[in-house]
């Protein structure tokens, strides 16, 4: 049986893991649903916390790679994420902030969604060709993506621009 197009697109990504318990496989495995950064490398390790654990990635435009980071040692935790911003009304600058509790289980949870909020920042300035700060606009995508099962969803439809099969990736600004 021939692979669908999205899972031919992840078997090109290269992917590393220093998550214990978590191989490279797995990774492919709990990320192959959502779309993959053609052109760059996708890496998972373990983050040190001093006091309660909570989100890190990193999204490194120069190497190529998107770097996803996972609390160790493991325990579920509640963490508050803003999706959304209004400007109060006045002369001083000030925002009212919008936020959800997202309670993160499982490592798969905490990986698919710092996946989602870095692939974003990912498509904002490869495929889109602007800035990548837009970091309630990234929230916003993950909260949408994360837990949600994609099989045979179009990210081409939902992502305009965004073509998995492209290659070269050319360079954004």
């Known amino acids: 049986m021939p692979l669908s197009p999205l899972r031919r697109s992840w078997a090109t990504v290269p992917l590393r893991s220093r998550v214990t318990g978590v191989d490279a496989e797995t990774l492919r495995h709990w990320l192959a649903d959502l779309p993959p950064p053609p052109g760059y490398g996708v890496s998972a390790r373990p983050l040190r916390y001093r006091q309660a654990p909570h989100l890190a990635a990193f999204c490194w435009y120069e190497e190529r790679l998107i770097e996803l980071q996972v609390p160790e040692p493991f325990r579920a935790w509640e963490e508050r994420v803003y999706y959304r911003a209004r400007r109060k009304p006045g002369r001083r600058l000030a925002f009212q902030w919008f936020s959800r509790r997202v309670r993160?289980?499982?490592?798969?949870e905490v990986?698919?969604?710092?996946?989602?909020?870095?692939?974003?920042h990912w498509y904002l300035r490869e495929v889109r060709g602007g800035k990548a700060s837009a970091e309630t606009a990234c929230d916003r995508f993950a909260l949408a993506h994360f837990r949600a099962r994609h099989a045979g969803l179009d990210w081409t439809a939902l992502l305009p621009g965004y073509d998995p099969t492209r290659r070269p990736l050319k360079r954004a600004a």
């Open 111 to 120: 990986l698919r969604f710092v996946y989602c909020h870095e692939f974003y």
């Open 104 to 108: 993160f289980r499982t490592r798969r």
